[in-house]
């Protein structure tokens, strides 16, 4: 009876082995008797919305040794040292340690190496082709496009945004051997196929970007600024059509032994760095006042009321007071248009005070801040905006003209270009479409209208206002003639641990053209100018040069 017993409990036992580990020790004893060489698969290249490609591969191959197999360890370490440029001791001191089944020697080396490295015909050693990333324009769009790791995976950018696209899936090489490691005589070898990754299509335009990249190298160098960026972007779509922050690096050349920098010159500063924006963002407190008397609201300000010309206001106790000494005269019976000429301070305070707390979030909030807009991009910066339940009226009347307020720069371009489309907000993109890797297949990817900020009416008059400011006001250095350019330049003072600090200004930029159907937007920012740092000069002049370039580009006919 106990034998019966225990004759059933191994047969049990050898059935649920069987069937519930079948397939797992089958692959198992495989493994021990295969072995793999890998094909990496070609990495999906990244264009620009033409086309071009920005980010493709060049073939290199990577150089591994079983040491099982190998017959000659000191003869084998010789070789490959002296090829590879690795150190002979250490690469035997692998072979013989017996501790590792493969061991690599070397990743990313050219055909030649390979070449001669098959001349020898060493037992054990075997190499594999991988793909080593190559970019076409060198540092131009780096912190957008990123970098891959030795491996070949997105390790920042569009890169690691959309590496799943991007990656493929690899195939392999599987023959048999024994025991050791050694290929048998009558070995069957397996091929699968990698699958190469798909193209990803941005919505960049090569062209603009390296015009972009020309003007904001220009403006660093002779404003002997700290850092210094540019957005451009279509305000019909809120496609993203240049990209720029400078300083940079190289894509082909990437510091990768010195971390501090490569973090430095990696980061992509519009989209994940704030700062106080100063007279730009009037254009959003002009924007909420047009609408609001559009709308009936009799504490908003029409278009013909005369500010009054004071040059000092105190709000809780807090003086409030102009760029501008008002000894000129200009900034006395002004409209809201010549208020915008003028970037006068006190009367973006009587705006938005008189809006009031609760009317004026309404519109921040619509406009993106405090918030992210919801780019494809990683590491996206939420800016800073004083929750409405703690805002007192001098930080109200402060946001009015930009300052108690820190915006990125994506933030600030997509509000200011909602604020003059017709008031709509899309969501910022990067990518275009996906391209299959046989080139027959194309998703495209269409614009998403987030929210309606203001009226298209408000709309067209805050617009024809902004292109004022550029005739006549202090824009008039992105004047074009022949063509309706609007905007509004920006003067704000940096804070270093809650104090101004002396002599360190962001001197910015934000324009349009042309103004009655904007197409093309531009934000310039100028972290630290030295010498002169007023936005009007130091900003504006960078937007009509890209701009004019554009016109060249496009080869766009005059408006007027």
Same mark, same amino acid.
């Given at each position: 009876?106990?034998? +019966?017993?225990?004759?059933?409990?191994?047969?049990?036992?050898?059935?649920?082995?069987?069937?519930?580990?079948?397939?797992?020790?089958?692959?198992?004893?495989?493994?021990?008797?295969?072995?793999?060489?890998?094909?990496?698969?070609?990495?999906?290249?990244?264009?620009?919305?033409?086309?071009?490609?920005?980010?493709?591969?060049?073939? /290199?191959?990577?150089?591994?040794?079983?040491?099982?197999?190998?017959?000659?360890?000191?003869?084998?370490?010789?070789?490959?040292?002296?090829?590879?440029?690795?150190?002979?001791?250490?690469?035997?001191?692998?072979?013989?340690?017996?501790?590792?089944?493969?061991?690599?020697?070397?990743?990313?080396?050219?055909?030649?190496?390979?070449?001669?490295?098959?001349?020898?015909?060493?037992?054990?050693?075997?190499?594999?082709?991988?793909?080593?990333?190559?970019?076409?324009?060198?540092?131009?769009?780096?912190?957008?496009?990123?970098?891959?790791?030795?491996?070949?995976?997105?390790?920042?950018?569009?890169?690691?945004?959309?590496?799943?696209?991007?990656?493929?899936?690899? =195939?392999?090489? +599987?023959?048999?051997?024994?025991?050791?490691?050694? #290929?048998?005589?009558?070995?069957?070898?397996?091929?699968? #196929?990698?699958?190469?990754?798909?193209?990803?299509?941005?919505?960049?335009?090569?062209?603009?970007?390296?015009?972009?990249?020309?003007?904001?190298?220009?403006?660093?160098?002779?404003?002997?600024?700290?850092?210094?960026?540019?957005?451009?972007?279509?305000?019909?779509?809120?496609?993203?059509?240049?990209?720029?922050?400078?300083?940079?690096?190289?894509? &082909?050349?990437?510091?990768?032994?010195?971390?501090?920098?490569?973090?430095?010159?990696?980061?992509?500063?519009?989209?994940? !760095?704030?700062?106080?924006?100063?007279?730009?963002?009037?254009?959003?407190?002009?924007?909420?006042?047009?609408?609001?008397?559009?709308?009936?609201?009799?504490?908003?300000?029409?278009?013909?009321?005369?500010?009054?010309?004071?040059?000092?206001?105190?709000?809780?106790?807090?003086?409030?007071?102009?760029?501008?000494? $008002?000894?000129?005269?200009? $900034?006395?019976?002004?409209?809201?248009?010549?208020?915008?000429? &003028?970037?006068? &301070?006190?009367?973006? /305070?009587?705006?938005?005070?008189?809006?009031?707390?609760?009317?004026?979030?309404?519109?921040?909030?619509?406009?993106?801040?405090?918030?992210? +807009?919801?780019?494809?991009?990683?590491? #996206?910066?939420?800016?800073?905006?004083?929750?409405?339940?703690?805002?007192?009226?001098?930080?109200?009347?402060?946001?009015?003209?930009?300052?108690?307020?820190?915006?990125?720069?994506?933030?600030?371009?997509?509000?200011?270009?909602?604020?003059?489309?017709?008031? &709509?907000?899309?969501?910022?993109?990067?990518?275009?479409?996906?391209?299959?890797?046989?080139?027959?297949?194309?998703?495209?990817?269409?614009?998403?209208?987030?929210?309606?900020?203001?009226?298209?009416?408000?709309?067209?008059?805050?617009?024809?206002?902004?292109?004022?400011?550029?005739?006549?006001?202090?824009?008039? $250095?992105?004047?074009?003639?022949?063509?309706?350019?609007?905007?509004?330049?920006? +003067?704000?003072?940096?804070?270093? !641990?809650?104090?101004?600090?002396?002599?360190?200004?962001?001197?910015?930029?934000?324009?349009?053209?042309?103004?009655?159907?904007?197409?093309?937007?531009?934000?310039?920012?100028?972290?630290?100018?030295? =010498? /002169?740092?007023?936005?009007?000069?130091?900003?504006?002049?960078?937007?009509?040069?890209?701009?004019?370039?554009?016109?060249?580009?496009?080869?766009?006919?005059?408006?007027?």
């Amino acid at each position: 009876m106990a034998i +019966t017993f225990v004759f059933c409990l191994i047969a049990a036992r050898l059935i649920y082995v069987q069937l519930a580990w079948g397939a797992e020790l089958k692959f198992k004893a495989s493994d021990q008797w295969n072995r793999e060489i890998p094909i990496i698969a070609a990495r999906g290249v990244i264009s620009d919305r033409n086309g071009e490609i920005i980010a493709g591969n060049r073939t /290199t191959y990577s150089v591994f040794v079983r040491p099982n197999a190998v017959q000659n360890a000191e003869y084998a370490a010789t070789v490959l040292a002296g090829i590879f440029s690795v150190d002979p001791q250490s690469i035997l001191k692998k072979i013989d340690g017996g501790k590792v089944s493969e061991v690599t020697v070397a990743r990313q080396v050219d055909k030649e190496s390979i070449e001669k490295l098959v001349s020898y015909d060493i037992a054990g050693v075997y190499y594999s082709r991988d793909n080593t990333r190559s970019y076409s324009y060198n540092d131009a769009l780096c912190q957008v496009l990123g970098f891959t790791s030795s491996d070949g995976s997105g390790l920042s950018g569009i890169e690691k945004y959309y590496d799943r696209i991007l990656s493929g899936i690899d =195939g392999e090489i +599987t023959y048999s051997t024994d025991i050791v490691g050694i #290929e048998t005589e009558n070995s069957v070898v397996v091929y699968k #196929e990698a699958c190469a990754g798909d193209e990803v299509r941005l919505t960049i335009d090569m062209d603009i970007q390296l015009a972009a990249e020309d003007a904001m190298k220009s403006v660093y160098n002779s404003s002997k600024a700290k850092a210094v960026s540019c957005v451009v972007l279509n305000p019909q779509n809120f496609d993203i059509l240049a990209m720029v922050n400078y300083p940079s690096y190289d894509l &082909n050349n990437v510091p990768r032994n010195d971390n501090e920098l490569l973090n430095s010159l990696s980061r992509n500063h519009l989209v994940s !760095d704030i700062y106080e924006p100063g007279s730009t963002f009037k254009v959003v407190t002009a924007a909420a006042n047009i609408e609001e008397y559009l709308s009936g609201n009799n504490k908003a300000f029409s278009n013909s009321y005369i500010f009054n010309g004071s040059r000092t206001r105190t709000v809780d106790g807090t003086k409030i007071k102009c760029w501008s000494d $008002h000894s000129n005269g200009k $900034h006395s019976n002004q409209t809201l248009s010549s208020a915008l000429n &003028n970037s006068c &301070n006190p009367c973006f /305070t009587d705006m938005a005070l008189s809006l009031g707390s609760q009317t004026f979030y309404k519109y921040l909030n619509s406009f993106g801040f405090g918030n992210v +807009t919801g780019l494809d991009f990683n590491g #996206e910066a939420l800016g800073m905006l004083v929750p409405q339940t703690a805002v007192r009226d001098c930080d109200l009347a402060r946001i009015g003209f930009g300052q108690t307020v820190a915006v990125t720069g994506i933030q600030l371009a997509c509000a200011v270009a909602a604020a003059v489309n017709g008031g &709509n907000y899309y969501v910022p993109h990067l990518l275009k479409s996906v391209v299959s890797a046989d080139g027959k297949k194309t998703e495209e990817f269409k614009p998403v209208l987030k929210n309606k900020v203001i009226s298209e009416k408000a709309s067209n008059i805050l617009a024809e206002m902004l292109e004022g400011v550029v005739k006549e006001g202090s824009g008039k $250095h992105a004047y074009i003639e022949g063509y309706k350019v609007g905007g509004k330049t920006g +003067t704000a003072q940096k804070y270093e !641990d809650g104090h101004v600090a002396q002599g360190k200004y962001v001197s910015s930029f934000a324009g349009f053209f042309p103004a009655d159907r904007p197409e093309y937007l531009a934000l310039i920012i100028v972290d630290e100018p030295q =010498g /002169t740092y007023y936005g009007s000069a130091v900003a504006a002049p960078v937007a009509k040069e890209i701009f004019e370039d554009i016109i060249k580009i496009k080869n766009l006919e005059r408006y007027e």
